[in-house]
């Protein structure tokens, strides 16, 4: 979900902790012909393909298709389980 960075600690099985990222407006963007990673601001959801529902209501999961104001981008990361909002720049998005 977009807004403020909110972070979640999760006590799972083994008495392990687990962070949960539960809202993020900004993404760490990685683009393949650089190499370079930088933060990016997130303006909106534009697919999900793991549900239709969670791109009407904004979820952010593995494989999302971010606008950014880098342009569009592919999420890497699985938020929920890492904690970290990652992602790869998709080639067909030109820098505007």
């Given at each position: 979900?977009?807004?403020?960075?909110?972070?979640?600690?999760?006590?799972?099985?083994?008495?392990?902790?687990?962070?949960?990222?539960?809202?993020?407006?900004?993404?760490?963007?990685?683009?393949?012909?650089?190499?370079?990673?930088?933060?990016?601001?997130?303006?909106?959801?534009?697919r999900n393909p793991a549900n239709?529902?969670?791109?009407?209501?904004?979820?952010?999961?593995?494989?999302?298709?971010?606008?950014?104001?880098?342009?569009?981008?592919?999420?890497?990361?699985?938020?929920?389980?890492?904690?970290?909002?990652?992602?790869?720049?998709?080639?067909?998005?030109?820098?505007?």
């Amino acid at each position: 979900m977009q807004g403020p960075e909110e972070r979640r600690l999760e006590r799972v099985r083994g008495g392990n902790f687990k962070v949960r990222l539960k809202a993020s407006e900004t993404v760490q963007v990685s683009d393949p012909k650089t190499g370079k990673t930088v933060k990016a601001s997130i303006l909106r959801v534009v697919r999900n393909p793991a549900n239709i529902e969670y791109s009407r209501r904004g979820v952010i999961t593995r494989g999302t298709i971010l606008e950014t104001d880098l342009g569009l981008v592919r999420v890497t990361s699985r938020p929920s389980q890492n904690g970290v909002l990652n992602a790869v720049l998709l080639e067909s998005s030109g820098s505007s």
